[in-house]
């Protein structure tokens, strides 16, 4: 079993930034891929930004360029950095991991991003 906890969730104007940070823990796991997704309220939840253990990223157009994903395996930890954040970013962020081997995926509780002036 692994266990998820974001951090760095807040409010900021439009134009701010926000660093997202995820640890993941738990006994002998290791991950595959790890990411964000983030749902707003009343809409479906939706890949932000993904990497692989071997540092490959996905990343969807509506943030690229403000947004960068990076990991640090030897933490388990994934931070998704977030700048020129717009209001229409305002969601629920969550973090995301796969378990090499059997695959299974793991879900965080969420950290709240709120960008309004």
């Known amino acids: 079993q692994v266990q998820l906890v974001e951090s760095g969730g807040g409010s900021v104007q439009p134009g701010g930034s926000l660093t997202l940070s995820c640890v993941a823990s738990?006994?002998?796991?290791?991950?595959?891929?790890m990411g964000w997704f983030r749902q707003a309220p009343g809409k479906q939840r939706n890949l932000v930004a993904v990497?692989?253990?071997?540092?490959?990223?996905t990343i969807i157009d509506s943030v690229k360029g403000r947004f960068t994903i990076s990991r640090d395996s030897a933490k388990n930890t994934v931070y998704l950095q977030m700048n020129s954040l717009k209001p229409e970013d305002t969601a629920i962020y969550l973090c995301y991991a796969v378990a090499a081997g059997q695959g299974s995926a793991y879900w965080g509780q969420g950290t709240q991003v709120t960008v309004s002036s």
């Open positions: 990497i692989n253990s071997a540092g490959t990223k």
């Open positions: 738990g006994s002998n796991f290791r991950l595959n891929a």
